[in-house]
């Protein structure tokens, strides 16, 4: 694989990156809002079970989305200048 071709490529998961990240994003605020919907009348075990069970999920999924998705983002950009500098003497 050439350099143009890893560029072409890189920028191309750099685009599905963000777009990964959007989607998450967004199915992760429907999910919290749909789970504070149903707070106020789903209290049995299976919920306990369920919220014990996502528990570290939630976390994850939080840290990833304040912070470490960007990181990843502003990472892709970086290696992108840097390769179109490298290949274009920009």
């Known amino acids: 694989m050439s350099l143009d071709d890893t ?6 998961f ?14 992760y605020h429907e999910l919290r809002e749909r789970h504070d919907a149903v707070d106020g009348i ?3 075990e299976t ?9 570290e999920i939630e976390s994850r999924l939080g ?3 304040a912070g470490e998705s960007e990181r ?8 992108l200048r840097q390769l179109d500098a490298f ?4």
């Open 87 to 90: 290949l274009h003497g920009s």
């Open 7 to 12: 560029f072409h490529a890189l920028a191309q």
């Open 72 to 79: 990843y983002e502003d990472f892709i950009r970086q290696k």
């Open 47 to 55: 919920r306990r079970m369920y919220d014990r069970a996502m528990a």
């Open 63 to 65: 840290q990833y989305l």
């Open 42 to 44: 789903w209290r049995d």
């Open 14 to 27: 750099g685009r599905e990156l963000e777009a990964f990240d959007m989607t998450l994003r967004t199915s």
